[in-house]
């Protein structure tokens, strides 16, 4: 399998002991448990002192494992730090996210939730709202208020912190695939 193939490049890799190992995509193409095998490999590495430089599009994997990263847009290295450091470069904005039910379109949904207080952008794709927020604790009130005025159920709410993808996207102006 695609998985044993690269477990066997990497255990190759590893033995004469590199201080240093470069891993180039490694999970691309494999199975789920074959990812995880080697993600927890890499961290099992790390953790016992080696250098692991990886790179990757799985922003998820860059998150998990690294302890500094680097975002390279074009071949130009436009951003080094931790994760902290980087989404600290965003603002401290977080994402509320609202489930709706049936009744408005995309965009009587970013009108319905664009003037709120603390809401800096609105989107709207297939009954999910993405709700860029100063503070999600204090818009949510607010939110939950205005599509029960407006007769819309909200189903979920997710609250999320930024990420490295929020990171990437704000710095590069453009989505990951393209």
Do not use: C, W
């Amino acid at each position: 399998s695609g998985g044993m193939k690269r477990r066997i490049n990497i255990a190759a890799g590893l033995l004469h002991k590199p201080q240093l190992l470069f891993m180039d995509e490694p999970t691309v193409g494999i199975d789920p448990q074959s990812r995880r095998r080697i993600l927890d490999m890499v961290k099992e590495l790390r953790d016992q002192g080696m250098t692991v430089l990886y790179t990757t599009h799985y922003m998820e994997e860059a998150e998990e494992l690294s302890d500094r990263v680097g975002i390279i847009d074009h071949g130009e290295l436009i951003a080094v730090g931790t994760q902290a450091e980087l989404t600290k470069t965003i603002g401290q904005q977080e994402t509320l996210r609202l489930h709706l039910g049936e009744g408005f379109t995309g965009e009587e949904q970013v009108h319905l939730f664009e003037d709120l207080p603390g809401v800096l952008a609105v989107t709207a794709l297939n009954g999910e709202v993405a709700l860029s927020v100063t503070e999600a604790e204090e818009a949510l009130p607010g939110a939950i208020s205005r599509a029960n005025g407006a007769g819309v159920p909200v189903r979920t709410i997710d609250i999320e912190e930024p990420n490295l993808e929020a990171v990437f996207l704000h710095l590069t102006g453009r989505a990951l695939r393209d």
